[in-house]
């Protein structure tokens, strides 16, 4: 053996062994910071200034352009120390190297807002210099320059910091911050060992495998060992959320992967993600597993925003988070209840506690927004090259629209107005700034108003570029909030300020991201407008996330046409997908179609009455209880009320919009099995009981679905048609998928285990067209129609 780093560690000394069991990887910044951070969460860390990979997009090209052609931008450097069994890797991307012919300078570049001073910040240095170690191992060097640069984000100057080092005293910093940080490391890497012979020993944890699920776990062991990304319908009964986690664990045993993501849209995903992760540990499992909350939910203030200056869990929060984390690591199932009792324990943020706990868990169960927003918190984990995570998306049709909301971004004049007229005295150059931004709202709605655009609904104005104008008037309210709330801001002015400052960052960051795939909209109504950059197309920015990790399955009951998902998720002709059959014998479910009925906008006033006396007929006829599926609220109070004079004497449960926990939790009980009346429940498509609840047995027996679920026609879906349109499928993506998955959705509520038997009825002329009619999935044949008897598939169904 070679000794590497010679008599440095308490726990042995670095050698390269040709023994590695155990690999560790971490980045430079995380390493760093890991080991660096003391005191205080800060404002300033939580507020100011872009996210990290932003930083990148907005200036640091900027800069990094400027410099001469000896200079390499953006450079991945890695290093591995071998401890005895341990390999650990130090990772991370330098943002500048300069090769002179006898010198070498590292330059690492941070973004800065504002005109407050510079200040130099140690953790800032200490990157710098772990990055000058690596590279100076790998070309043998013993002098080496280092250059930290401040770039303000706005005005593009920079403020440079230089100094020189020799070999030996990086060697020592180096080997002192791997030192601190391997202590923690260990107690990972004995957890490690426990986990692994754990997996080994994990057989499925249910008495057999359901069917198709062991065919589904194939697919999915497949490509995270080969580093692919999967797109899987795995219809209800198939058992998906073990059907993905179960291969998922043992592909972390194999070393295919080191971290899992479990991704979902809704919080009632997660719990059922923890709850296999709980029946994984029953079999014996040891694994650990980060439930994230998100912050508004989770935070202990009583009420109002984050107030990291004055609460007590962020004053001292870095001097006693190793406490916490050393607490944490006698538990494994990191769920809500555990890392609040800690966080109170420990006197932590409850919210930074989970985060910090992410990093040392196995897997992280949280919404899609912590993988995929431009603004995530966990976006560390994907910025580095040949990254080792895995991202299990469930549910993964509601991606599409979620992705298109968080690339997107949106300002409202009358929130620019009231922080303006607040601001007036406090602090007038934010006023100022802000009065020029409403001023810019007011031109708009003038031109709006005065020159309509063809084909648009009036008051509004499309347009292809970025607001350029808006964005940089936009800066300037950064750069002037920022000067205030750094100060000692007003308690009951820094709130609504900062609530802005977000909004507006949001603005420039998809500013930044602006490319022939957004539009601007902007909508006047009454008193105030909107401008919108509404992100049309999230394929690309889906695909960059997807680049970053080795390996992702997006998986949902419904998701055809696979092409369409694929295509809209980021995925290419190279990315493999299947199609899982229905576990259930197709006889189980009898599916009918009212095709007498014409439901589109138009005919709708004219058909409630017919659409109300068929649902009466369905539910006089049966027993049991059944649910009656809307496109919207209004429809569905339209017909209710007439089903309720046809009707009187059958009982009924209505949802309503932004129904309390409470509300919801009694909708589903009414359901309960063994009550003495079948029940009807009213509710929407796409709605909290389209999707996601699961009522079996003689809970649910019967549901219909009036009309093809399209969504409403806005100029968002317009404007989504218009850019498909290109393809010939403007149509299609903009209405007729979207909203039959949500057909698909509502109808699959009835079947939901071996043993269910039901009946679904399609209400709408338009099932029987092909187009529709092509999107039925297999096991929906044969289709009786009340018009015409039995339906032959329509040639291309899938
Ligand atoms: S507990 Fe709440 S207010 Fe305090 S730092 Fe955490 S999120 Fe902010």
């Not at 911050?177 to 890497?189: C, D, F, G, K, R």
């Not at 006197?347 to 169960?365: H, M, N, R, T």
């Not at 009036?706 to 850019?723: A, K, M, S």
Request: hydrophobic residues 40%.
């Amino acid at each position: 053996m070679q000794p590497l780093c010679d008599g440095l560690f308490d726990f042995g000394k670095l050698y390269m062994s040709e023994d590695v069991q155990y690999k560790m990887a971490v980045s430079v910044r995380e390493l760093v910071q890991f080991v660096m951070l003391s005191g205080s969460i800060e404002r300033g860390l939580g507020f100011v200034g872009p996210s990290p990979a932003l930083e990148g997009v907005l200036g640091h090209q900027h800069l990094q352009e400027g410099r001469p052609e000896e200079y390499k931008a953006e450079v991945y450097l890695k290093h591995e120390c071998h401890i005895e069994e341990v390999a650990l890797t130090v990772r991370g991307r330098v943002d500048g190297i300069w090769e002179l012919e006898d010198s070498v300078l590292i330059e690492e570049i941070k973004t800065v807002s504002g005109r407050r001073p510079i200040e130099e910040k140690p953790v800032h240095w200490a990157q710098c210099k772990v990055y000058a170690y690596i590279y100076m191992v790998q070309h043998d060097l013993q002098h080496i320059g280092v250059q930290l640069t401040y770039l303000n984000r706005r005005t593009y100057n920079t403020t440079e910091f230089q100094r020189s080092f020799t070999f030996a005293e990086l060697e020592v910093f180096f080997d002192d911050l791997v030192q601190q940080y391997m202590s923690w490391s260990l107690i990972q890497i004995r957890w490690q060992q426990i986990r692994d012979r754990s997996i080994k020993a994990l057989h499925f944890p249910y008495i057999d495998y359901r069917k198709g699920q062991r065919s589904f776990a194939v697919h999915v062991y497949k490509a995270l060992a080969d580093g692919q990304l999967l797109f899987a319908e795995a219809p209800t009964g198939i058992g998906k959320t073990m059907g993905v986690l179960f291969p998922a664990v043992k592909a972390v045993e194999q070393k295919k992967i080191a971290k899992i993501f479990y991704l979902t849209a809704k919080t009632i995903g997660r719990e059922v993600a923890q709850k296999a992760f709980a029946d994984m540990r029953e079999a014996g499992l040891r694994f650990r597993v980060t439930t994230l909350t998100a912050k508004e939910k989770i935070c202990f203030r009583e009420e109002g925003p984050c107030d990291v200056e004055t609460c007590p869990f962020a004053i001292g929060y870095y001097d006693r988070l190793k406490d916490a984390l050393f607490d944490a690591m006698n538990e494994e199932a990191w769920t809500r209840q555990t890392i609040e009792r800690l966080a109170h324990k420990h006197v932590v943020c409850p919210f930074e506690l989970s985060l910090d706990l992410s990093i040392w868990g196995d897997a992280i169960i949280c919404d899609y927004n912590y993988a995929f927003s431009p603004n995530a918190q966990l976006r560390r984990y994907f910025e580095e090259d040949d990254s080792d995570i895995a991202l299990l998306v469930d549910e993964a049709h509601n991606l599409v629209d979620r992705a298109r909301a968080m690339f997107s971004a949106s300002l409202e004049k009358r929130d620019v107005w009231d922080v303006k007229r607040m601001m007036q005295k406090a602090h007038p150059p934010t006023s100022k700034a802000l009065h020029r931004v409403n001023k810019f709202f007011v031109q708009m709605r003038k031109q709006a108003e005065e020159e309509p655009q063809e084909g648009r609904p009036r008051g509004t104005i499309v347009q292809k570029d970025a607001p350029k104008e808006l964005l940089t008037l936009l800066e300037d309210v950064l750069e002037e909030a920022e000067l205030y709330l750094m100060k000692e801001p007003d308690e009951d002015l820094a709130p609504p300020l900062l609530e802005l400052y977000f909004r507006i960052r949001d603005m420039i960051r998809a500013g930044g991201q602006y490319d022939k795939r957004f539009v601007t909209i902007f909508e006047s109504f009454r008193s105030d407008a909107m401008l919108r950059l509404f992100c049309i197309d999230p394929s690309t920015l889906l695909k960059k996330v997807f680049a970053r990790v080795k390996s992702a399955i997006l998986f949902s009951a419904t998701l055809r046409p696979i092409d369409y998902f694929r295509e809209m998720l980021g995925g290419g002709e190279e990315d493999r997908h299947v199609l899982l059959p229905s576990p259930f014998p197709q006889e189980h479910l009898h599916l009918m179609i009212d095709d007498r009925i014409a439901t589109t906008y138009r005919m709708r006033g004219r058909t409630y009455g017919d659409v109300a006396r068929v649902i009466a007929q369905m539910a006089e006829g049966r027993d049991g209880n059944m649910l009656v599926f809307f496109p919207s609220y209004r429809y569905l109070e339209d017909v209710v009320s007439r089903f309720l004079e046809r009707a009187p004497s059958i009982p009924v449960i209505i949802q309503r919009p932004g129904m309390s926990e409470e509300e919801r939790e009694n909708f589903l009980y009414a359901f309960e099995s063994g009550s003495v009346e079948s029940i009807v429940g009213f509710a929407v498509m796409g709605g909290i009981f389209g999707e996601g609840i699961d009522l079996v047995g003689d809970r649910l027996t019967g549901a219909i679905v009036v009309g093809v679920g399209l969504p409403q026609v806005c100029t968002e879906r317009d404007l989504i048609r218009e850019y498909y349109d290109e393809q010939n499928m403007g149509f299609d993506y903009a209405y007729v998928y979207p909203g039959m998955n949500k057909v698909m959705q509502a109808a699959g509520r009835v079947i939901r285990t071996e043993e269910d038997r039901g009946r679904v009825l399609l209400i709408d002329q338009r099932f029987r067209q092909e187009r529709y009619r092509k999107l039925f999935p297999p096991w929906w044949q044969p289709v009786w129609t009340r018009h015409t008897g039995i339906l032959p598939p329509p040639k291309g169904s899938s």
